[in-house]
């Protein structure tokens, strides 16, 4: 077998432009494929090739990754690939090198140099995936149920994370707070008084019930969870699939189990499913014999919605998303949300 290295220089001979039209070309696979359908998203390009998905990473710089460089978007991709092996071990395949030879001409196994690498995924069918299922009102009581399950499982098995209980609090100051001075930018036009009792809210919570939080962590509920559970990330089967976890940033996966389901069950109830999201809570509370209080669940879905709110409100920002009635409307609807969770929110 041909061995490959990395190789800096080999990265820099190519645009991105050059190797997504490159991926676009049906022609361009090992295996038979009759159309290829382009995704972007903010750090990556998704291929999606008949029954398989190819994932190319963005040679981006942000304040979390920096993968200008072949070998950082490489070590991201088994990452990736390790991490989402352990709730989708059969939908992630394997990597894939991208190779150049001497005339310029890529292959996926071709002489020459890598000059990048993609993650091999099976495609999933969209319509088993709980978001379109909710939209499409065919979500199956059985296969959510073996999804949650599935999740479940996955929580109770997961090894604790040590950390100081002031620590892990101070941590929830520094998010909420962080989120506060994103939501009130002048460029984003959003509600600053609903803002400000949002965040008051929430910060009062944490201030007043110090000792929930440090329960939590003596319990051992925060764990390395998945970091990005969305309904369209959760594939509904006889064979579940959880996909797409947040695999650049290891801090950002640290989270209390309490806190994932939070979000989760908010994003449900986003699309109009309130009974979604509550069995995936439901699932894990009878399994890990975990009396989450009801309101911490409450303050996590406040605070999820409201990061939320900010995620969809910069993409008015970029070019390659500028829709400002629709991402504008779509942030408020957040915020519209976390103001009927502040209103359950005790005290």
């Known amino acids: 077998m041909q061995k490959y290295r990395l190789n800096e220089a080999a990265d820099s001979t190519l645009s991105i432009g050059q190797k997504v039209a490159f991926l676009k070309l049906a022609g361009s696979y090992?295996?038979?494929?009759?159309?290829?359908?382009?995704?972007?998203?903010h750090m990556s390009w998704v291929f999606l090739a008949n029954g398989f998905v190819y994932k190319l990473k963005k040679p981006v710089k942000n304040n979390f990754v920096d993968f200008r460089y072949l070998e950082s978007r490489y070590l991201n991709c088994k990452e990736e690939l390790r991490l989402n092996k352990r709730l989708a071990p059969d939908v992630y395949l394997g990597l894939v090198p991208l190779i150049c030879d001497k005339s310029g001409q890529l292959s996926f196994n071709g002489k020459g140099e890598i000059v990048d690498w993609l993650v091999k995924m099976k495609r999933l069918p969209e319509e088993n995936m709980l978001d379109n299922a909710i939209r499409n009102n065919t979500v199956s009581q059985t296969l959510l149920k073996k999804a949650a399950s599935l999740l479940s499982e996955f929580y109770k098995i997961s090894p604790s994370i040590i950390i100081e209980p002031q620590v892990y609090v101070e941590r929830q100051k520094g998010e909420i707070s962080g989120i506060y001075r994103e939501l009130i930018k002048p460029v984003y036009h959003l509600p600053g008084t609903q803002i400000e009792l949002l965040i008051t809210g929430l910060l009062k919570y944490l201030s007043n019930n110090p000792n929930v939080f440090y329960q939590r962590i003596n319990e051992g509920r925060v764990i390395e969870a998945h970091g990005d559970l969305r309904p369209e990330h959760i594939c509904l089967a006889h064979a579940p699939a959880i996909i797409d976890c947040l695999e650049f940033n290891r801090d950002l996966r640290i989270l209390d189990v309490a806190e994932e389901l939070s979000f989760l069950a908010m994003e449900c109830e986003m699309l109009g499913d309130p009974s979604a999201g509550k069995i995936f809570l439901e699932s894990y509370i009878s399994l890990a014999s975990d009396q989450v209080p009801d309101s911490l669940i409450i303050f996590y879905k406040i605070k999820k919605a409201c990061l939320r709110c900010y995620l969809v409100i910069r993409h008015i920002l970029e070019v390659a998303y500028k829709?400002?009635?629709?991402?504008?409307?779509?942030?408020?609807?957040?915020?519209?949300?976390?103001?009927?969770?502040?209103?359950?929110?005790?005290?």
């Open 323 to 347: 829709d400002e009635i629709k991402w504008t409307t779509k942030a408020n609807q957040y915020l519209e949300l976390a103001k009927v969770y502040l209103s359950q929110l005790p005290g």
């Open 30 to 41: 090992l295996h038979p494929v009759t159309n290829v359908e382009t995704r972007e998203t």
